[in-house]
């Protein structure tokens, strides 16, 4: 009951049921409501740091910049979806909101598309030597098969291609990245899919943000290579997976294209099947099915698949988390 009546309480009053009609239909940064509403930024701040006391929005902290998004579960993410489903969009005030918020929507992708074309070229040149996308793309999904998942974490997620890949398999999917740039591309791909429970967020992925036994998929495609320690990395994975869950690991086979080093900063040349089993087996993994995908005779990289599985046994080296963490990463540390 005090639960339900400090939501109300935080509710009642009409800027915040404008931001939480905004919300509703995906995340926004402080900056970006503010200039929807029209109103100061200690003034947005103030509502909505009321509003995350309330437990209806949640704080999303994105390096210099903070995002918000409705809580979606308790007593009060009940209410904020209760009220999102009562604010009527024929709405003077809300009309107004909306077209401002395709505005920011259209700036955001705008900076989006700046950042992904100045870096196009590079990653063009990767992707001419070896086998499309496609056909990467065909096989990772053979080899994930359509198990239904309830938590999907993407490692690494860049532009959010895999998260695209797991709609219609993941129930809710969250991409890491510790690239700003890349997430705000990865998040308009998400919502020009219309995907609201699949979310990114800024963090490392050697520290991720989530307690363990929260996912029951993690996928890291085309990360390991750019990492100085990926052991660490797949440690970290599995410490965040739930007995039965699978990591999904696609990456190069040992290559020996120094100019990738060099030119696109790659740490490691490609990674043997030994190596990669005898980092999964150190976490506590079993490798149950790896895949390898051969360049055509113009091309040169292999890319491998590796699937593999924590047998059932939660982890060690357990690491202690906020409550909201514990059920899927809304909070950042
Ligand atoms: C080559 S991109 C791959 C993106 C995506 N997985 C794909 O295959 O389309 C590698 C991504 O990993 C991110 N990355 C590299 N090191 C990272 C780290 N330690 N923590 C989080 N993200 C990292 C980079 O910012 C980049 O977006």
Redesign the pocket.
């Known amino acids: 009951m005090d639960n339900l009546l400090g939501a109300l309480r935080a509710s009642g009053e009409p800027t915040r049921l404008r931001i939480l009609a905004l919300l509703a239909q995906g995340e926004l940064s402080v900056k970006e409501l503010t200039r929807i509403l029209g109103q100061s930024q200690p003034r947005v701040s103030r509502h909505l740091k009321l509003m995350c006391d309330a437990g209806l929005v949640m704080r999303l902290p994105e390096g210099t910049s903070v995002f918000y998004r409705l809580v979606d579960e308790g007593v009060s993410g009940g209410l904020a979806c209760a009220i999102t489903k009562l604010l009527t969009r024929s709405d003077a005030t809300l009309q107004l909101d909306n077209s401002r918020l395709a505005e920011a929507r259209q700036e955001r992708n705008r900076l989006a598309a700046e950042y992904f074309s100045k870096n196009a070229a590079g990653?063009d040149r990767?992707r001419s030597l070896h086998v499309s996308?496609k056909a990467v793309e065909t096989a990772i999904r053979q080899i994930l098969g359509t198990s239904p998942v309830a938590h999907a974490l993407?490692?690494?997620?860049?532009?959010?291609?895999?998260l695209l890949l797991l709609q219609g398999i993941a129930e809710k999917a969250t991409?890491?990245?510790?690239?700003r740039e890349?997430?705000a591309i990865a998040r308009a791909n998400l919502e020009a899919a219309g995907l609201n429970d699949f979310r990114v967020r800024l963090?490392?992925?050697?520290n991720l943000p989530f307690a363990d036994c929260s996912a029951d998929l993690v996928?890291?495609?085309?990360?390991l290579?750019?990492?100085d320690n990926p052991a660490a990395?797949i440690r970290e994975a599995a410490r965040v997976l739930q007995p039965n869950g699978r990591l999904l690991i696609?990456d190069f086979a040992p290559h020996e294209i120094e100019q990738l080093r060099d030119v696109h900063a790659h740490r490691r040349l490609g990674f043997s099947e030994k190596e990669v089993t005898a980092w999964l087996q150190a976490a506590g993994l079993s490798l149950i099915e790896a895949l390898h995908l051969p360049p055509s005779p113009d091309q040169e990289l292999t890319v491998s698949i590796w699937l593999a599985l924590n047998p059932g046994r939660a982890h060690t080296g357990r690491r202690k988390v906020g409550p909201a963490e514990n059920s899927g990463g809304e909070q950042l540390t």
């Open positions: 990653w990767i996308e993407d490692l690494g997620t860049g532009t959010g291609r895999t991409g890491i990245d510790f690239n890349m997430l963090a490392d992925v050697q996928t890291v495609h085309q990360l290579h750019y990492l990395a696609v």
